[in-house]
């Protein structure tokens, strides 16, 4: 989460833990002028307040995780993006994205993911710390309420993280650990089981929806934690606990949580336009929880980061062909279907509207202008300019982009954008999938996911009736890999439902596109080799630089 008022505090709110107060010589005694020690914070309500907004960010622990902004839940905008480890897409400059998708991940060696562990536990002891202090601060009951229950909620979210990348973890509860304290021989390290980290968490999420508000109201450029964003939390994490991969909870409660935020009667499906649903917070009736962004506020912008090569854009996140293929005829009907319509040698015809809106491909308008990705001599192939940013797959990412905004030196003006966390479509899919493993797909699951196929924009035609729990899981399934793309979801689903052995080991594919006079040959291509997935990367390894910090006490993940 960010706005202009977290970036102001971010270094005085985060220079607590570094304040020095223990040395003993009066000439060392010196306080320093460019933070504010514990004592200030927790006198002053504003300051506390100022702490606890902070904790929607971090800090930055790698290369390439933000320029200038402060990292936040993940690392949505900054270059590569989590898709990047999927059968979604591949990043076309690599940002250590590519060891992941060869299977060649590491306790030595964790490339992008190599900063979950340590910023996840960092955040639980910043709010453990606060919560621990909370008491102490002068100010009403009903603001520290509010404030506890964001920091529950941030916490949270910070072991979710953990869980779904680790499996069991480390609950450290309540406890606060000291900066400097040494903890080699101490014994916090011995992993709980998945289900009691989710447990955990499940009963931190119950609490703290009943101490935040419904909705941040005319605040809500801050874009802190609300009762829905908790109860969408808890909605996740029980659709994962019920999913193979977990097998720590059930169907039932997971479908019954996601009603839950169905029936608070706040959220709907955004009307405007797909492809707008993702450009502005602003009376967004479908984000629930999201990050903010503001002008003037460096960071990775998405237009530049991503757009094709002859526009001046670095080509970042290049859809695969895998991607493509998942998206139906706007018939309803699959490619691979005899009656579908689909032309391998006109694949771009008559598609589900979300793919026009999610992908650029040759020939796509763009910009008052078109993809060319063709060879030879289309501009956004290797014969164009900026070659080096060509995509690697064919194909450039749409989604997320605001044509409004600049490519060409895009800084301080352009990544207005919101990062968004939850959103009703996600909801409404966490209930389809969940009640229809629990009983079957009743008419409750058929509403759900039709209505989501029906947005306006989207239109595509309701789901054929009669379908079984098998046929429905699929169609399920498809659709979260069709709305919900690029969001980050298709990494975690395709692995707690235990087929990543199959999707994970497909070759990336990429399409090439040859041009003859007028005519155009389309053929797919391996667009990055060695794709490979084991039973083992189901969950990452712990960095090995975390276990050797345990004194060895610290048990590494399965495999590794």
Known sequence: MKSKRIISIFVIATGIFLSVNACKNDFLNVVPTDRVSDASILSDSSLFESYVINRYVG??????????TPPGFGRGFEYALWSSLTDESIYNNDDNTWLVQRGQLAPENTGIAGTIWGRSYRGIRDVNYALSNLDKVPMSATQKNRLKGELKFLRAFRYQDLIRNYGGVVLMKDQVLELGQDLANADIYTKSSIKDCIDYVVAELDEASTLLPRDNGNNWQLG????GAALALK????LYAASPLYSSGNWQAAAKASKDVMDMGKYSLYTNGYDKLFLTAENNSEIIFERLYTQGARHVCLEISNAPNSYGGWGGNVPLQNMVDAYEMNNGKAITEPTSGYN???????????????????????RANTVQSYLPGGKDSKDGPSNWNTSKTGYYLKKFMNDNLPIDNPWDIAGTQPW??????????????????AVGPDQSVYDAVNAIRKRPSVNMPALQTGLTQAQMRDVIRRERQVELAFEEHRYYDVRRWKIANVTENVPAYGIEVVRNGNTLTYNKKEALTGRHFEEKHYFLPIPRAEIQASNGKLSQTSGY
């Not at 800090?59 to 200038?68: F, Q, Y």
């Not at 391998?344 to 763009?366: E, V």
């Open 235 to 238: 909605a996740r994490l029980l």
């Open 344 to 366: 391998s040698q006109d694949p771009y015809t008559n598609r589900d509207p979300r793919f026009y809106m999610t992908i650029l491909y040759n020939n796509a308008g763009y």
């Open 59 to 68: 800090v930055r622990l790698t290369e390439k995780e933000a320029e200038g």
């Open 420 to 437: 968004i966390y939850f959103r009703y479509a996600e909801i409404l899919l966490n209930y389809a999938e969940a009640q229809n493993e």
């Open 224 to 227: 802190r934690a609300t009762k």
